[in-house]
């Protein structure tokens, strides 16, 4: 069934390939995105950009006052620096925004609603569970239910999360397919002129599109690190699973 989609967009490889697949496969209805405060809000040009290159409108919804009040995230608090390592260490929880998905997917239900939208898509997946609870799919499945109690007898609106249960790589597989300009997106969570590549998300960018045989012209200030990042993780994960059982001890 062909879908009129408000898609949550960020301006990052993820966001941006779910909006040029809801462009291909269903009514691609405009882009939302959200300033909540992040240190990296240069990725809202690039949702602009995409919105003018898919021809849709785009809307930009002020939260900084929400965001003022989610502290202790390295993404809303200065003084709290972005770590850099594979996306799935321990340290990366330091990124959660508490609720972030939360509050913005109940303002695009709202907003989709009101425009006779039938489904709000966000760019969640698989790669996401181990670090943020509102990507996972349990909150996916709550999340929907709650809204069509909060919708009832007002609109049917639908949460498109066609990510959900996939990898990064199969994202940027995805992107691959659509045509997704990769160097026209941003996901850099330390919003310094160009890429850092050496962030959590820069590593699992350069890794997902390694993986994919996607060609990534994005400007990285360090191209190489994900490597040193997969390897190292790769290297805790072995050790973790070899270690000897303490209570056996």
Same mark, same amino acid.
């Given at each position: +069934?062909? +879908?009129?989609? %408000?898609?949550?967009?960020?301006?990052?490889? *993820?966001?941006?390939? $779910?909006?040029?697949?809801?462009?291909?496969?269903?009514?691609? =209805?405009s882009l939302i995105s959200f300033d909540y405060g992040q240190r990296h809000k240069k990725e809202l040009d690039y949702a602009a950009r995409t919105a003018r290159d898919l021809g849709v409108k785009h809307h930009i919804v002020d939260l900084t006052s929400v965001g003022a009040l989610l502290g202790g995230s390295s993404l809303t608090s200065d003084d709290i620096d972005v770590p850099d390592g594979h996306y799935a260490q321990e340290t990366m929880r330091i990124t959660v925004v508490p609720n972030r998905n939360a509050i913005?997917?109940?303002?695009? #239900?709202?907003?989709?609603?009101?425009?006779?939208?039938?489904?709000?898509?966000?760019?969640?997946? /698989?790669?996401?569970?181990? %670090?943020?609870?509102?990507?996972?799919?349990? #909150? %996916?499945?709550?999340?929907?239910? +709650?809204?069509n109690h909060a919708l009832e007898g007002v609109k049917d609106v639908s949460l498109y999360t066609p990510f959900v249960h996939v990898s990064k790589a199969d994202i940027a597989l995805e992107a691959g397919r659509l045509g997704v300009p990769i160097?026209?997106?941003?996901?850099?969570? @330390? /919003? =310094?002129?160009?890429?850092?590549? &050496?962030? /959590?998300?820069?590593?699992?960018? &350069?890794?997902? $599109?390694? $993986?994919?045989?996607? @060609?990534?012209?994005?400007?990285?200030? *360090?191209?190489?690190?994900? @490597?040193?990042?997969?390897?190292? =993780?790769?290297?805790?994960? #072995?050790?973790?699973?070899?270690?000897? *059982?303490?209570?056996?001890?």
């Open positions: +069934m062909t +879908m009129k989609t %408000i898609v949550v967009c960020s301006g990052g490889l *993820d966001s941006v390939t $779910l909006a040029y697949k809801v462009a291909a496969e269903h009514k691609l =209805h913005m997917l109940a303002v695009a #239900f709202g907003a989709a609603a009101s425009a006779g939208a039938d489904a709000v898509a966000t760019a969640v997946h /698989g790669g996401d569970h181990f %670090i943020y609870p509102d990507c996972r799919p349990d #909150f %996916i499945n709550a999340f929907g239910a +709650m809204q160097d026209l997106t941003w996901s850099c969570y @330390k /919003g =310094h002129d160009t890429h850092c590549g &050496r962030c /959590g998300t820069c590593v699992e960018r &350069r890794e997902a $599109l390694e $993986l994919a045989c996607v @060609k990534d012209p994005t400007v990285y200030e *360090d191209r190489e690190y994900w @490597k040193q990042a997969h390897a190292e =993780h790769v290297a805790r994960k #072995f050790a973790s699973q070899n270690a000897p *059982d303490s209570a056996s001890n």
